[in-house]
C-alpha cells in the first residue's frame, strides 16, 4: 500500500512502504481507509470511512489513467476530486448503491468503452444559482461520451447566447467533475480552454473518449 496526502483534491504520493492504512486529507479533516479483498471490478476502489464531523463519505476509486474520491452525504453524492491514477482494489461494499456504478464507470473508462451515467444522485442543493444548475444539466443532457462542444454552444443550450464566460465559471465551479462532463467542453477555436483538475486530467480524459491522440497527451504531460 501507499500514504497518500490530498488538499483541496491534489493527490499526492508519500512513501511507497507497505502500511496498514491509507489516509486521506481533504478540506482540513482526516479520513483512515482500509483496504479489502478484491471483486469483479478490480483495480478500480478502496473501502469506504465515515467522517462523522462532516456526516460525509469518502470512497476512492481509481484506473491506471486517473482517480476520483467521492464523497456522500445523505445518499447523495456532494463533491469529486479527480486525480491521477493508480492500481487498487474495489472494496465490493460501497457506501451507497451507486457505488457499483461508479466503480463499472472507471473500469470501462480505462478499456475505452462508453459510459453512460444513469441518474447519478447528485446534491443539486448545493447549487444555489439556476444559471449554473441550468449549464450543468444541459451538459449532462445533450454532450455524451466521444463528444465535444464549446463554452458559447453550451451557452446556447443553456438558454442565453451571450453567456459563455459565466459558462468558463460554471464549469470551474462544478463540484462533480466526470458524472458532469466539464471536460468535454472546449474553445470556440477547439483548444483545450481551462479545467479546475488540471489540463493533462483533462487531455487523458479526452484521449479515453477518442477525442485526443496519446501523442498529445504525451505532449501536455511533459510540459506539466
Known amino acids: 500500500m501507499q500514504i497518500y496526502a490530498a488538499k483541496w483534491g491534489k493527490i499526492t504520493i508519500l512513501n511507497e512502504n507497505q502500511l496498514k492504512d491509507i489516509l486521506y486529507f481533504s478540506f482540513g479533516k482526516v479520513y483512515k481507509f482500509s483496504m479489502s479483498k478484491s471483486s469483479p471490478f478490480s483495480q478500480t476502489a478502496i473501502k469506504r470511512h465515515e467522517c462523522p464531523s462532516t456526516g460525509m463519505t469518502a470512497e476512492y476509486f481509481a484506473n491506471k489513467f486517473f482517480s476520483l474520491t467521492v464523497f456522500w452525504r445523505d445518499q447523495l453524492i456532494h463533491n469529486i476530486?479527480?486525480?491521477?491514477?493508480?492500481?487498487?482494489?474495489?472494496?465490493?461494499?460501497?457506501?451507497?448503491?451507486?457505488?457499483d456504478e461508479i466503480a463499472r464507470a472507471v473500469k470501462w473508462y480505462e478499456n475505452?468503452?462508453?459510459?453512460t451515467w444513469v441518474e447519478p444522485p447528485l446534491d443539486w442543493a448545493l447549487i444555489?444559482?439556476?444559471?449554473?444548475?441550468?449549464v450543468l444539466q444541459a451538459l449532462m443532457k445533450n454532450i455524451y461520451f466521444g463528444q465535444t462542444t464549446s463554452y458559447g454552444s453550451l451557452a446556447r443550450l443553456s438558454?442565453?447566447?451571450?453567456?459563455?464566460?459565466?459558462?468558463?465559471?460554471?464549469m470551474s465551479q462544478n463540484p462533480w467533475p466526470l458524472i458532469v462532463p466539464c471536460h468535454r467542453v472546449l474553445t470556440g477555436k477547439g483548444t483545450l480552454g481551462g479545467f479546475s483538475s488540471g489540463l493533462a486530467l483533462k487531455k487523458i480524459l479526452l484521449f479515453l473518449e477518442n477525442r485526443v491522440d496519446q501523442e498529445m497527451v504525451a505532449n501536455v504531460q511533459a510540459s506539466d
Not at 112 to 115: F, I, R, S, T, Y
Open 81 to 99: 476530486a479527480l486525480g491521477p491514477g493508480k492500481d487498487r482494489q474495489y472494496s465490493g461494499h460501497g457506501a451507497t448503491s451507486y457505488s
Open 128 to 134: 444555489t444559482s439556476p444559471f449554473q444548475k441550468q
Open 159 to 170: 438558454g442565453n447566447n451571450r453567456a459563455a464566460r459565466a459558462v468558463g465559471r460554471a
Open 112 to 115: 475505452k468503452k462508453a459510459v
